[in-house]
């Protein structure tokens, strides 16, 4: 038998593959097949050379793509042969800086492993709060450039013991090459403080804290992305003091149990929905509540049909329930449901960004929170939790895209110049795109305060210089006194490159095709609360024709006046007389709303047209709708009318549309028929379940004469409206009973958190 020649070879791989465990994966890998060579990191992935016998060569290509580590993805693989070296052994060499190409992976939940070390008496991790490997913990979050290298994150300050060291640098070892590797010895330690940053003399935090919450009190809780504010959730007169302190009237809080089974007696998760909340990710998630969730949860989700929960994810979050549960060891206490269940909501009070910082803990959380546990590992990026929901199908859909997800890459269709988007001024993302790749930032907020401005431009700065991009153009929303807006023109002048405005519902539908990788005409349906329309209106109902460098208006609804106008959207009741004026009822609007004190006022605004614009919004709509079914006189949170309408549609069930509720104006879709039809409705219940049954026939019929019209069969849908899942679900089926694709937002959220992704790809497929 004669052996084949020694050869060598060097693989190129790019992709997620910086953090993951990828390099001691090709270690293990080189080292089983006999192959001799070296592995390192740089800028734009991972280098490999190996030399040896070429079957083996061929082999271990093969199985970097088919074994690759849990947390992995390979975008990119690409072998050239090189001349052998006669190199004696495998080695992974000390890493390459260069132009960035690749990714820092996303933070991720504690895996099972690090798990039973955790709860594992004899072990020397046993009950660390910081405990992680290759396979789990913060990346991310703890960053601040590439390559992935521990002295380019925040785990730089701790010096690793001899026994940790051991671990990172032995190859067979799950910690090798893990950055944020340490133990009790020399990693970060946890601090308990009192609201004025004074610590408190405490042998066991965790215990202190959980003693705490028991008793009622409110703990500011540092995480991987920012703090929480912690309470028990089943204390009612907690959750109502953390409300009265963090001024958030009535928007439901999200709440953390040790597990699914401790959920189901709160909840109806599908198999889907328990998928998604055991994921590494480990979102939130909107789950179906039970009938006697609200009084199990006093306070929490008030009137909602929708449970935001969530489970542990870091170590500290396990340590806490593992301590409520009175410390068992071994992790089968992991799988039995508990009673504990906390309130988890993100640590940022009047609406600004989530505190990161215990400098900054103390001074915005010291008069909401009663304790504050931190600790010394710094958080580079702030990142709040993700918030995504299921269909009726398992697919997910994202509510607020953050930690777990960013900085994942979404592919799009070609490559393109690099260019960054500022989103709008609500729900603000930011969007880096580099090649055939579109990044979107971490959830950063509503730019309707100067903290939130301040992070627009910190997440702008980190994701630029981490991707080390340098825009070769820079987009924005079309409305030119958004905070988004005008940092953008800062951008384009500082790097001289062309400024890209572009139409809010154009963007929202640019958004589902650039993650779809569309690039042929689309139709267009954007339903949102409002967006500057090219006209200069407000548009929110628009039905378009789409292409990657375009648009085109083809339809809207009817406009509906905003009496008062911004105070119109916070106030469905004034949405539902403007329904009533426009039916020709104006009488109605003293009868109904007589003891509202700008009746008389808002009569007269609507008999006159004054201070009342027109328009299109599909979420005033919405607003009406509730307005008209004495639903809600006012919202105490954006979106509360139209989710307390789909929740009580939801209770009562499918009804059968009325299709004599709506006519079509041309191209023009007018509901107005279905808004008298529910001024004379007794059965709140059963008008919300005909509003939407009614809608999604009239927006099927609309799409589908334009599809006839205009030869063009998908139709890309996008805009917050399409969070619904009633909505969403039914014109679904319903397009498709006439053989038209609907395309939904999966990657970003459809409403204002994907603008940015629309913008770049707007910009990017610029003429």
């Known amino acids: 038998m004669t052996l084949a020649a020694p050869a060598r070879s060097r693989i190129e791989v790019q992709g997620l593959v910086q953090g993951v465990g990828f390099r001691p994966f090709v270690y293990r890998l080189a080292s089983e097949l006999s192959l001799a060579g070296f592995v390192n990191n740089h800028g734009a992935g991972v280098t490999i050379e190996v030399e040896g016998d070429p079957v083996n060569i061929a082999m271990l290509a093969r199985r970097l793509r088919e074994d690759a580590p849990p ?135 965790i215990a202190a804290v959980v003693k705490a919450l028991r008793e009622g009190r409110i703990v500011a809780v540092k995480g991987l992305g920012g703090f929480h504010l912690a309470c028990d959730a089943r204390n009612g007169d907690a959750v109502a003091r953390l409300r009265a302190r963090k001024s958030r009237e009535e928007k439901p809080f999200a709440v953390m149990a040790a597990n699914v089974a401790s959920l189901l007696a709160l909840a109806r998760p599908t198999e889907a929905d328990a998928a998604l909340l055991r994921s590494a990710e480990r979102p939130i998630v909107l789950l179906r509540k039970r009938e006697d969730t609200d009084a199990a949860l006093p306070g929490t989700s008030p009137g909602l049909a929708w449970l935001g929960a969530m489970l542990p994810y870091t170590p500290l979050q396990y340590l806490l329930f593992h301590e409520a549960c009175g410390r068992p060891p071994g992790t089968a206490w992991l799988a039995r449901p508990q009673d504990f269940v906390l309130v988890m909501t993100s640590a940022n009070p009047g609406g600004e960004p989530i505190v990161v910082a215990n400098d900054e803990a103390i001074r915005r959380l010291g008069g909401i929170a009663d304790l504050l546990l931190v600790h010394d590992r710094a958080i580079v990026t702030r990142c709040d939790d993700s918030v995504l929901r299921t269909s009726t199908q398992g697919r997910s859909q994202f509510v607020r895209r953050a930690r777990g997800y960013t900085p994942r890459a979404i592919k799009l269709a070609r490559p393109g110049p690099s260019v960054v988007a500022l989103g709008g001024a609500y729900k603000n993302t930011v969007c880096v795109t580099r090649g055939d790749e579109a990044f979107v930032s971490q959830h950063v907020g509503d730019l309707d305060n100067a903290a939130t401005c301040a992070a627009l431009v910190e997440a702008v700065d980190h994701l630029t210089a981490i991707l080390e991009v340098e825009p070769e153009g820079v987009a924005h929303d079309l409305h030119p006194d958004f905070f988004s807006s005008r940092h953008a023109a800062s951008l384009a002048r500082r790097f001289d490159v062309p400024l890209v405005a572009v139409q809010h519902h154009h963007a929202h539908v640019a958004a589902v095709m650039a993650e779809h990788r569309v690039t042929e005409p689309v139709l267009g349906l954007a339903l949102d609360g409002v967006g500057l329309g090219s006209d200069g209106q407000a548009w929110g109902g628009e039905l378009l024709r789409v292409d990657p460098a375009g648009f085109r208006r083809l339809g809207h609804l009817t406009p509906l006046r905003l009496p008062g106008g911004d105070a119109a959207a916070r106030e469905p009741w004034r949405m539902a007389a403007s329904a009533l004026a426009h039916c020709g009822r104006p009488a109605e609007i003293a009868t109904r709303f007589g003891d509202e004190p700008a009746a008389a006022t808002v009569a007269a605004m609507l008999e006159r047209s004054l201070r009342s614009p027109p328009t299109s919004s599909m979420g005033r709509y919405f607003d009406a709708a509730a307005g008209l079914l004495g639903l809600r006189r006012r919202m105490a949170f954006e979106g509360q009318a139209a989710m307390l309408l789909e929740g009580l549609a939801e209770r009562h069930g499918a009804v059968e549309p009325d299709l004599r509720s709506f006519v079509f104006a041309g191209a023009d879709l007018d509901l107005m028929p279905l808004l008298a039809r529910l001024a004379d409705e007794c059965d709140a219940g059963f008008g919300a379940a005909l509003f939407h049954a009614t809608l999604v026939a009239a927006l099927a019929e609309w799409v589908a004469r334009a599809a006839r019209a205009h030869g063009i069969a998908t139709v890309a849908c996008g805009g917050g409206c399409f969070l619904n899942a009633i909505l969403s679900r039914g014109l679904e089926a319903s397009l498709a009973a006439r053989g038209i694709a609907m395309l939904e937002a999966m990657d970003v959220p459809p409403n204002d958190g994907g603008l940015s992704l629309g913008q770049a790809f707007v910009a990017v497929n610029r003429p």
Do not use: K, W
């Not at 042969?81 to 004696?88: G, I, L």
């Not at 992974?92 to 990714?103: D, F, K, N």
């Open 71 to 205: 947390l992995a993805r390979i975008d990119r693989l690409a072998v050239e042969a090189c001349e052998a070296r006669n190199d004696t052994g495998f080695a992974i060499a000390e890493s390459r800086r260069g132009p960035a190409r690749t990714a820092i992976g996303p933070d991720s939940a504690v895996c099972d492993e690090c798990l039973s070390e955790l709860f594992d008496p004899a072990d020397r991790r046993y009950r660390y709060a910081f405990i992680n490997c290759t396979n789990c913990g913060p990346r991310y979050t703890i960053a601040r450039a590439l390559p992935y290298d521990r002295a380019s994150t925040s785990m730089d300050a701790f010096v690793q013991c001899p026994a940790c060291l051991a671990e990172y640098r032995a190859p067979a070892h799950r910690r090798f090459h893990a950055e944020p590797n340490a133990c009790p010895r020399c990693g970060p330690q946890l601090v308990l403080l009192d609201p004025a940053g004074v610590p408190l003399d405490t042998d066991d935090p």
